[in-house]
């Protein structure tokens, strides 16, 4: 599968933005997709994952990110949204989905062996 990231923007403290990874293929039987970010001289981090199945759709947050940012995904359009309300400073990153397998999800969360990866998106929060 191949991911598109999109909006990404310079945007003030306390502001808001909406990033998009729109996926090549229908996802959401097998895959789970999850939002990375990198900063700066920084290790990569994992701050929100979705995986929708059947009969469940479950999220996960980094400590970081929760209550501030919200994924949420459009089926019907296989493209997965990560709302980032309240940004931060600290929130300034490269911005990348990534697809793992729903099952290696459950047990491995960010852990997990991501195989596909979007090119990223640039969000700049200034003063």
């Known amino acids: 599968v191949q991911l598109v990231e999109s909006g990404g923007d310079l945007v003030q403290v306390g502001g808001s933005l909406r990033l998009s990874c729109a996926a090549s293929?229908?996802?959401?039987?097998?895959?789970?997709i999850a939002w990375f970010r990198q900063a700066p001289g920084k290790d990569r981090e994992g701050i929100a994952g979705i995986s929708i199945g059947a009969h469940e759709r479950s999220r996960n947050y980094a400590e970081s990110v929760r209550n501030r940012f919200t994924i949420f995904a459009d089926d019907a359009k296989n493209t997965v949204y990560l709302q980032m309300n309240k940004l931060k400073l600290d929130d300034t990153a490269v911005y990348y989905c990534?697809?793992?397998?729903?099952?290696?999800?459950?047990?491995?969360?960010?852990?997990?062996?991501?195989?596909?990866w979007g090119q990223g998106t640039q969000v700049t929060v200034s003063s």
């Open positions: 990534a697809a793992t397998g729903r099952g290696s999800w459950y047990f491995q969360g960010f852990l997990s062996d991501f195989h596909s």
């Open positions: 293929e229908f996802i959401f039987d097998d895959y789970a």
